[in-house]
């Protein structure tokens, strides 16, 4: 088992406490005309990824993904949802391009009624935005008892195996299964070597792209993150799938991956896909992205039972982390676990924020005249 509390890694950067960006997250997203139910909703999403450690989707993302994005007109704040098709196991929704944290919440708590009386559930959103960590609308579903899958295409980030062109988006295909264990089995990861949040995220920081994720148009591999994140949106870069560029290590299996994602994401939804998913017409306009998202709940107790699925995912999960270990490693992981660490490191202190974030906070306080204080400022 787990040793609770344990450190899973060391931190320089101040804390906010988890209500203290709870309640400013609310009242941003409100500042901008998000609907104080939906703003709830959003500033959980988002934090839910800080208490994972994932911050590539977490506080540093609400502004520039979110939040600009209103401003700029590609993203309403408020979030009509139309139910286009309706059946006692499926769904579909059309969101107008409101905010797809809210439209997927609303679908996941649909889906989870359905699952709770047929045994599983599927439905799909079309001309929704970005829904933050996928992670979070499977364990939705095994905080209820049972099994979730969920993908979503995005900006054309991903090439092809022998190309350069980015085609697909960095596509999660993730699926969360409840155990008996403090946390679930969760896989919430792109279909790329490394999703374009990342490298956003490295951007901010000042760190350069680890080699061989990212390949420009000649082949060759690039690591200066902002240079990077230029050359995505002007097409002259892509990242590499999963095993990388070429099939040496077969990474022809993350583009077939990333390629399953991109074809349900469109295809049940009846939406468009890769190239039309780049947020710009074809004069570099902005334009909204119109992006599809597909959500499966699969009910356990339809089968042979909540605690046989619970205690069988433990039992596997139990014996991965008791087997052999590499020279020079003392411990094996399971989907979901180091998650768990980061929050039981950061429940008590709060969310980490870098100067980066810091600075985004404050201009948005101050442009809204939102009444909060902030520790770090003394140290901007």
């Keep these: 088992m787990i040793r609770k509390g344990e450190r899973c890694f060391m931190e320089s950067r101040p804390y906010v406490a988890w209500d203290v960006m709870n309640r400013f997250l609310i009242d941003a997203f409100k500042g901008y005309g998000v609907p104080e139910e939906d703003a709830k909703i959003c500033a959980d ?55 797809g944290m809210v439209a997927s919440y609303r679908m996941m708590e ?6 709770k009386k047929y045994g599983m559930a599927g439905g799909a959103i079309r001309n929704s935005t970005h829904y933050g960590i996928a992670g979070y609308w499977t364990t939705m579903a095994t905080k209820a008892g049972m099994i979730g ?14 190309g350069v062109e980015n085609m697909m988006g960095t596509n999660p295909l993730t699926w969360a299964i409840p155990t008996d264990e403090e946390f679930p089995f969760c896989i919430d990861c792109a279909t790329s070597v490394v999703q374009r949040g990342k490298i956003e995220y490295y951007a901010r920081e000042g760190k350069d792209t680890p080699a061989g994720m990212v390949i420009s148009h000649d082949g060759s591999s690039m690591t200066d993150s902002s240079a ?5 949106v002007d097409g002259t870069a892509a990242l590499t799938p999963l095993g990388g560029a070429g099939d040496e290590m077969c990474g022809y299996k993350g583009y077939g991956y990333a390629a399953v994602v991109e074809i349900l994401s469109a295809a049940l939804t009846g939406g468009p896909f890769m190239k039309a998913l780049t947020g710009v017409d074809q004069n570099g306009n902005p334009q909204m992205y119109h992006l599809g998202h597909f959500f499966f709940v699969i009910n356990p ?5 909540l605690d046989t699925c619970k205690k069988t ?13 590499a020279p020079g490693h003392d411990r094996i992981y399971t989907a979901g676990e180091k998650e768990w660490l980061a929050w039981c490191e950061r429940k008590d202190k709060g969310v980490p924020i870098g100067e980066a974030v810091q600075r985004e906070m404050i201009a948005v306080r101050d442009q809204l005249k939102l009444p909060y204080h902030f520790d770090f400022e003394a140290a901007i």
């Design 45 to 99: 999403v988002l934090l839910e990824s800080d208490r994972r450690g994932i911050e590539s989707h977490g506080c540093n993302r609400f502004k520039p993904i979110y939040i600009d994005r209103i401003v700029k007109g590609t993203l309403k704040p408020v979030t009509e949802i139309e139910v286009l098709k309706d059946t006692p196991t499926t769904l579909v929704y059309d969101a107008h391009d409101g905010m």
């Design 110 to 115: 649909a889906l989870i009624e359905k699952a």
């Design 149 to 162: 899958v969920t993908g979503t295409n995005a900006r054309p980030s991903i090439a092809p195996t022998f």
């Design 228 to 232: 990077i994140l230029k050359a995505l």
């Design 301 to 305: 107790e339809f089968f042979m039972g």
């Design 313 to 325: 995912a433990g039992d596997i999960c139990r014996a991965l982390r008791a087997s052999e270990k």
